[in-house]
């Protein structure tokens, strides 16, 4: 089965600098889908970023980015320019695709921005 | 663009009872996934309904049960709740057939459920 860790239960970065977010996961898929989601307080969950495994180039959003390294097993998390709004649980998620259509969660990162 | 909606926000009810949440998908989209989150913990899959069958299982008892309709809502009704059923109840939406957008599931606000 899939698993995903997130090995940092919170993080905290001061407003304006730059904070990784980790995340590792296990499978013996060659193709599948990486995800990167925050949860605000409110609890709505807010797709951030998508990563296709088969791409070598990683993505990027604005002010966030990926770090893939698909021999590793590790895509985490790159936000440059923190702001107090980026402040919200982060959750790594992998589907395996095909078929498998479900979304596997790791336990999240919580993070904090100073001001 | 409607977003994904979800209803009732909070619930309370009683071991034994029964409960139906309810979820209207991102406009334009087909496929309903239900998800249970537990206090501290990410999402666990309960179940995805496409063309109004169930498409797909997770790990759950048959005492979690969905339903879609037609216009493509979906409800998630539960049997015989236990304490351990207390938890946020999210739903997402997607796409299917426009593959690789199909794996990107848009969540709505989610159902907090508690039993006592």
């Known amino acids: 089965a899939q698993t995903v860790t997130q090995s940092q239960p919170e993080m905290s970065v001061q407003e304006a600098e730059t904070v990784t977010l980790s995340c590792t996961y296990d499978?013996?898929?060659?193709?599948?889908?990486l995800f990167w989601y925050k949860q605000p307080p409110s609890r709505q969950m807010i797709l951030v970023i998508r990563q296709e495994a088969y791409k070598q180039q990683n993505a990027t959003e604005n002010r966030f980015s990926v770090n893939f390294q698909k021999a590793a097993k590790s895509f985490s998390l790159k936000i440059s320019d923190s702001q107090l709004g980026d402040a919200a649980m982060y959750f790594c998620?992998?589907?395996?695709?095909?078929?498998?259509?479900?979304?596997?969660f790791g336990k999240g990162t919580l993070l904090t921005v100073n001001p | 663009d409607a977003g994904v909606t979800q209803s009732p926000t909070h619930l309370i009810k009683t071991r034994g009872q029964q409960v139906t949440l309810r979820c209207s998908p991102k406009?334009?989209?087909?496929?309903v996934s239900w998800y249970q989150q537990a206090l501290g913990q990410g999402p666990q899959f309960i179940f995805q309904?496409?063309?109004?069958?169930?498409?797909q299982r997770g790990n759950f008892p048959d005492r979690f049960s969905g339903h879609q309709f037609p216009n493509y809502s979906s409800e998630l009704n539960v049997n015989a709740l236990l304490l351990g059923d207390s938890a946020l109840y999210l739903c997402?939406?997607?796409?299917?057939?426009?593959?690789?957008?199909?794996?990107?599931?848009?969540f709505g606000p989610g159902t907090r459920l508690t039993v006592t």
């Open positions: 499978t013996s898929e060659s193709d599948y889908y």
């Open positions: 309904y496409y063309e109004e069958e169930e498409r």
């Open positions: 406009s334009g989209h087909d496929t």
């Open positions: 998620a992998y589907s395996s695709g095909g078929s498998n259509y479900k979304l596997t």
């Open positions: 997402a939406s997607s796409l299917a057939g426009r593959e690789p957008d199909s794996y990107e599931q848009y």
